[in-house]
């Protein structure tokens, strides 16, 4: 059974935690009307005009007191040419945990953790669905949060990053 809570943000009843989803990276909302149009972007993939490749992937967050034992949301991370070509030509292959973890930067910022923009990590490829983005070890708020767990207020601020819901 899916737990419940009252969120002391946005002051609804949810069922389990509302999912956080960045739709595109960052630098793909700087890009002008007519270099989106020359770069190729869907719901998993995304390349600019300026050779720049970039993957859909979750983060996990071990979750401290909340309805769940982990808080996931969608975030983007960069590769390099030769591992998204990698990436490409294996997207339907069902071994995908085969490619190995792959370096990638962050390449979205999360407004709940200040300066978490190109945060260094790895895509880890997995056979059941997007590659997990795991942020090196470093001093970082997020990358402490992902290895130590994160406190279910703080989660609420990604959820809710301008105090509104994003849902």
Known sequence: MMASFVCSVCGETHDG??????????????????????????????MTPQREFFVRAVME?????????TFEFGVWGSLSEA??????????????????????????????????YALPG???P??????LFVLE?????LAI???EGVAFSKVLEIIHPNGTSNA
């Open 137 to 141: 070890p470093a001093d970082h708020p």
């Open 126 to 131: 997995r056979d059941d669905g997007r590659p």
């Open 61 to 69: 967050l071990p979750l401290i007191g909340g309805p769940e034992p």
């Open 145 to 147: 949060a992902q290895s």
């Open 17 to 46: 935690l509302p999912a956080r989803v960045f739709h595109y990276p960052d630098l793909w909302l700087d890009l002008s009307e007519a270099e989106r149009q020359a770069g190729k972007v869907d719901s998993d993939l995304c």
């Open 83 to 116: 591992n998204f070509q990698r990436y490409v030509e294996t997207y339907n292959d069902p071994d995908q945990s085969k490619l190995g973890p792959m370096f990638s930067y962050l390449s979205n910022e999360i407004r709940a953790f200040p300066d978490s």
């Open 122 to 124: 790895e895509l880890i």
